[in-house]
């Protein structure tokens, strides 16, 4: 008799975080970064994915507040582009000046990544994560 095989049903409840947990941790992190990358309010905005000026002081007056999925993503990879980079360069300063230093990749054209990362599209930021994976060796 040929039997079946049993399906098995995945029994541990997934975790899953909404954005509105996430956005105080979220933009208390960000604007800690932003400032030890000395970054401009309008480039910090572009970031964001450029927010009304309104919401953004009030996001930075009161390090929290509903941001939606899109920042916190946004979030997401300069986090990761900050540790990649603090990994990267045992010096702080050094991984901090990286960002704004003319790059000759291909991928940056002799700009800066943050020229790149400015571009407003989320997916210049995931392109800065990666290649910032990939020469760390963590793909």
């Known amino acids: 008799m040929i039997t ?3 399906r098995i049903v995945e029994t541990v ?3 899953t975080e909404s954005a509105d947990t996430l956005a105080g941790p979220a933009l208390r992190a960000f604007f800690n970064m932003a400032e030890q990358w000395n970054l401009r309010m309008a480039d910090q905005r572009k970031l964001l994915g450029d927010p009304p000026e309104s919401t953004f002081y009030k996001w930075k007056r009161q390090q929290g507040g509903a941001t ?5 993503e946004r979030i997401s990879y300069l986090l990761g582009i900050w540790k990649a980079l603090q990994i990267l360069f045992p010096d702080p300063a ?7 230093k003319p790059n000759q990749s291909p991928l940056f054209g002799g700009h800066s990544a943050l020229e790149r990362m400015l571009s407003g599209n989320v997916a210049d930021l995931f392109v800065v994560r990666q290649y910032l994976d990939a020469q760390r060796g963590w793909n």
């Open 13 to 15: 409840p997934r975790y």
């Open 94 to 100: 050094q991984a901090d000046a990286w960002l704004h």
């Open 4 to 6: 079946r095989p049993t």
């Open 68 to 72: 939606g999925r899109d920042v916190v």
